[in-house]
């Protein structure tokens, strides 16, 4: 229990951190580029499902992509790093693993062109989230594990 109340709780502050960072990004984004915005309301064509089958979506996502992407990204490359850097520079080889995490989502940049700025900060904030749960609760994939899945079950289909 301690280790989901720390993983809710850094959560909590990264989504906080990733807000004012997209706001930042977007006050400099709509500077340059003013029709940003309008490509951020464009459906991304990966996640466009057929609404009878959203439950089907929102089971795979709580069940097969949070958990396999955890594994992927948290356990195999942030645990690995860990591993060969003997738990030295954790906090940057989180940052590593989270970037690395948001660029097998660059297929927004398809999408959303330089409005991608804006989803792929979310994306490495949330991993930067995930990586240091499972850093600071001794390397427990479960709590990333559940909250990732929660996280892209409820998560808008944008």
Do not use: C
């Amino acid at each position: 229990m301690t280790a989901f109340k720390l993983g809710m709780g850094l959560f909590g502050a990264f989504t906080v951190v990733g807000i004012f960072l997209i706001i930042v990004a977007l006050i400099i984004i709509l500077r340059f580029f003013p029709h940003a915005l309008s490509l951020l309301y464009k459906p991304n064509p990966v996640l466009q499902i057929p609404p009878s089958l959203a439950w089907v979506m929102t089971a795979l996502s709580l069940l097969v992509v949070g958990p396999a992407e955890e594994y992927l990204f948290r356990g195999f490359i942030y645990g690995g790093l860990l591993t060969i850097f003997k738990g030295k520079h954790w906090i940057s080889l989180a940052l590593i693993s989270a970037v690395l995490f948001a660029a097998v989502h660059l297929y927004y940049v398809v999408t959303y062109g330089v409005a991608s700025a804006i989803p792929l900060i979310d994306l490495v904030t949330f991993g930067m989230a995930m990586a240091m749960t499972y850093h600071l609760s001794s390397g427990n994939l479960v709590v990333p594990t559940i909250i990732h899945g929660i996280y892209d079950a409820t998560a808008s289909p944008a």
